[in-house]
């Protein structure tokens, strides 16, 4: 008997696995002085085992590749992001000319508030918290029994359907959510970069790279044109053309502007402190 049981729990646990992906509408600003919200859909992975937010650019690439055997690789500047189930320790994806992954603890502490509101047929409760140099209200159920949510915001005794801060910067909101019939495999568009596994690094060393890359933002297209060897090929920075050496400076300072003008992280107090020549 204990062999057939045993039969049947190696069979039905890899049936019962599967990704519940929930989509969010995220709503962000570059440039925090500006009107001008970007907007783009994000994805939350919640798997028995571990929870992942990202792109779902991401998906629609991951789902090209695999019909037409292709091998695009894709990055912006959202979030990707994963953890563990149940856990506040997040594992951070950033590419900086090479992938790196860098481990932050995020605990949030919540404040519930007695305010409620619908949203469809689900009733959804007010709370609010201070993470990240930012005020935030969420509104959550209870009806869905996972603590989760989009980004590092989870803790909450619910689902977050939608989140936001007090300046209008960023902006979550559940649009839809779905099963899938198995686990959704990330690994060729979440935790690599066409190929190349991430470097785990400090936090400290990642602002050491952005201000290295900052003082001389340039550095690795400079190279590219040291290396050339193609008399017909064009070089473009921020939609300029580089035709002499001597354009080098002032498109470094127009760079380093536009890296100031676009500092604006969901984690104001992370932000960095770039010095204006």
Request: hydrophobic share 35%.
């Amino acid at each position: 008997m204990k062999t057939v049981l045993l039969f049947l729990m190696c069979i039905t646990l890899p049936l019962t696995a599967q990704t519940h992906r929930f989509i969010y509408e995220y709503h962000y600003k570059m440039d925090s002085t500006s009107v001008e919200l970007r907007k783009t859909s994000m994805v939350l992975d919640v798997n028995p085992e571990d929870v992942k937010f990202y792109n779902y650019d991401f998906v629609l690439t991951d789902s090209t590749n695999k019909t037409k055997g292709q091998n695009h690789v894709i990055w912006d500047d959202t979030p990707a992001i994963t953890r563990k189930r149940n856990s506040d320790v997040n594992v951070n994806y950033i590419v900086l000319q090479n992938m790196f992954a860098v481990e932050t603890q995020d605990k949030i502490n919540w404040n519930l508030q007695n305010e409620t509101k619908t949203s469809g047929n689900y009733s959804l409760q007010k709370a609010t918290t201070k993470f990240g140099g930012r005020n935030w209200t969420a509104w959550f159920t209870k009806e869905i029994s996972l603590n989760e949510g989009p980004y590092k915001f989870r803790g909450l005794p619910g689902m977050i359907f939608e989140i936001y801060d007090d300046k209008n910067n960023f902006k979550f909101s559940l649009v839809k959510s779905y099963k899938l019939n198995k686990i959704y495999d990330t690994f060729g568009i979440l935790e690599n970069f066409g190929g190349q596994k991430p470097v785990k690094i400090p936090e400290s060393k990642l602002k050491k790279m952005m201000l290295d890359h900052y003082n001389d933002p340039l550095h690795e297209f400079k190279e590219q044109i040291k290396n050339n060897t193609d008399p017909t090929a064009r070089f473009m920075v921020m939609g300029i053309e580089v035709k002499s050496p001597e354009q080098m400076k002032e498109l470094s300072e127009k760079v380093q502007d536009n890296i100031r003008k676009t500092n604006n992280p969901i984690e104001i107090d992370k932000a960095m402190k770039y010095p204006v020549k």
